[in-house]
């Protein structure tokens, strides 16, 4: 027997046992001859005494940190002064015998060590043992485990979709894989089981999820992996109400079972109010500092900047924020806002019941104004923006808002919330055509389309939620009818062969009797990494690649030989 007991286990109560124990050696102190050994395992951590004239007291000398090692002896009680808070702390483990199981070597760094993120990775194995990230993979499957079971509670039924698939574009490029038995073909891994999730509506299944991963070959920013999770979820016979209600007690209900406390009710807001208050469709409503219309106040400015913007029928925002200003920091807002195509930021203060500006000399009454309306309070600062493209104002103005509030404004707890009414298309200036904003297969509002509405404009009944500045999932009604799936991949420039050649697969399905359905998917490593209070999703992720998509442990992705390559047709450029 290797164990009676996890190093987590043992309490005062079980006072006089004799145990075995097994685990790592995390610490070996020497005080006044007597051997202190820290073994630790998942489960915690437990204190083992070793004395001078024990007969395993040589075998001390022989371990070190990291050793795999079995302990037996009997549980004692520590006196009072030795006591410490962690759950193990009141009792140590009087050693009769000691074994080495596995001798390590001198590690590159000891768990926890204060090391690069390069080599926490290419020693992950090593990193994990830190009770850190430890705990961030306990956390993750709490949340996988306690999904599956509100999910199956509630009629869902898990299936798997297939990994070698063709692809369904969402957006993103596909990785491929190449297929031996027909040569020149490939198989796409997934970027979602989008489809087969609506297929499985239309067999009937109902209530369909998955803990799936998913996979996007995209140029990675920072916190982006290529393969990721997902809880995917769909429905039949739902309206929006039905998957939102849904979505919103899965997550309460997951988070609670690791001891979060969401809100009763997430707060909603359309697409565009989300974009003119906060400059952003997932804000971060905890910084406070909403963006506001100022345009009103300046209609009578002579000011040469402003009244270009409004003689072009442009408008003015802003925000006030609680926070130091100079000229200084003033130029570095407006050259911040500036990578958005905006001229700069004006900016004023309320010092000693004063306006304080640059420019007070030309807009002191504006800014009177405007301080009266908004009820500034001394030390208060208003940041200010004007351009004639709104969108774009308020994209720069939100991008700043999130700078600042995230130097300045100490925030915590959880803002929850749904963003709907997304619009349906997007204009892709590289493609020069409409893509979906969403994905195709997202039903557009009927209203929208048939009435006449201009198709940047036609709405989505489309809905993400925001868990404290983060889209933590998306999702939409679908298309269910053939002849309004082929209008959408008109609208988006497919032609009616490549639909064919694509997507021929559902459109033939669709013809079969399919129930109205809508689903959503979650990110599994975002609300994990919320939960876990963490900024990146590597932290929640047991061996994830870097933002330039390499496994630092195995190093992937790597050259195969030529053998490989000669099966699968494959022939390398040269210079590539
Ligand atoms: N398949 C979508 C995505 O991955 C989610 C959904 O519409 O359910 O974003």
């Avoid at 001859?33 to 437990?46: E, M, Q, S």
């Avoid at 705990?135 to 509630?154: D, M």
């Avoid at 209530?207 to 997902?230: K, N, S």
């Avoid at 298309?479 to 497919?494: A, T």
Wanted: glycine share 8%; hydrophobic share 40%; aromatic share 10%.
């Amino acid at each position: 027997m290797y164990r009676t007991h996890t190093c987590g286990e043992l309490r005062g109560t079980d006072e006089g046992k004799n145990v075995i124990l097994s685990g790592w050696i995390e610490r070996i102190r020497d005080l006044g001859g007597v051997k202190f050994i820290v073994l630790r395992d998942r489960y915690g951590k437990t204190q083992v005494v070793v004395n001078p004239g024990s007969s395993v007291y040589s075998i001390v000398n022989n371990i070190s940190r990291e050793d795999v090692v079995q302990v037996e002896g009997i549980v004692r009680k520590r006196p009072a002064e030795a006591i410490t808070p962690e759950p193990t702390g009141e009792i140590e483990i009087v050693a009769s015998e000691l074994k080495i199981l596995s001798k390590s070597e001198l590690p590159p760094f000891y768990p926890g060590d204060d090391v690069s993120e390069e080599m926490r990775l290419k020693y992950r194995y090593l990193d994990i043992r830190n009770p850190k990230m430890m705990n961030n993979l306990i956390l993750r499957h709490k949340l996988a485990f306690a999904t599956r079971e509100y999910l199956s509670n509630n009629n869902f039924l898990e299936v798997e979709t297939p990994y070698l698939t063709k692809s369904t574009p969402e957006g993103a490029r596909d990785f491929l894989v190449p297929s031996r038995l027909k040569k020149g073909n490939f198989y796409a891994l997934p970027q979602s089981p989008q489809l087969f999730k609506q297929i499985l509506m239309i067999s009937g299944i109902d209530r369909y999820f998955q803990i799936v991963r998913c996979f996007r070959d995209e140029d990675l920013r920072a916190d982006r992996q290529p393969e990721f999770t997902q809880i995917d979820i769909e429905m039949s016979f739902v309206h929006m109400e039905d998957v939102i209600n849904l979505a919103e007690n899965l997550i309460r209900y997951i988070y609670k079972a690791i001891g979060i406390e969401l809100p009763e009710k997430f707060d909603r807001i359309t697409y565009n109010e989300a974009m003119e208050k906060y400059g952003s469709d997932k804000p971060d409503r905890r910084y406070g500092m909403e963006m506001v219309d100022l345009t009103e106040f300046f209609k009578n400015s002579d000011f040469k900047i402003i009244k270009e913007v409004l003689e072009r029928g442009g408008s003015v925002k802003g925000f006030k924020a609680n926070i130091p200003m100079s000229r200084k920091i003033a130029d570095e807002y407006s050259e911040f806002v500036k990578g958005f195509g905006l001229g700069g930021v004006l900016w004023f203060k309320l010092e000693n019941g004063q306006i304080t500006s640059t420019t007070a000399k030309y807009l002191e009454n504006e800014y009177k104004a405007i301080a009266e309306k908004y009820n500034m309070n001394e030390g208060e600062v208003f940041i200010i923006a004007a351009h004639d493209n709104r969108e774009r104002m308020n994209e720069a103005l939100g991008a700043l808002r999130l700078k600042v509030g995230k130097q300045y404004v100490k925030v915590s707890g959880f803002d929850a919330l749904w963003v709907v009414d997304f619009p349906f298309l997007e204009w892709s200036e590289e493609e020069g055509r409409f893509v979906a904003r969403h994905h195709p297969f997202t039903m557009p509002y009927i209203e929208d389309l048939e009435g006449g509405v201009e198709l940047s404009k036609v709405r989505a009944h489309a809905y993400d939620m925001v868990i404290n500045g983060f889209e933590v999932g998306g999702g939409s009604i679908r298309i269910h009818r053939r002849d309004i799936q082929e209008k959408v991949f008109d609208i988006i420039g497919l032609t009616k062969e490549e639909a064919k050649e694509k997507f021929g697969f559902f459109l033939d399905a669709l013809q079969y009797g399919v129930p109205p359905h809508g689903g959503i998917a979650f990110g599994l490593d975002r609300l994990a990494a919320i939960a876990a209070g963490v900024d990146n999703i590597r932290e929640v992720i047991a061996f994830p690649k870097t933002s330039s998509g390499t496994c630092l442990l195995t190093n992937a992705p790597s050259a195969v030989t030529q053998f490989q390559l000669d099966e699968l047709g494959i022939a390398l450029r040269q210079n590539q």
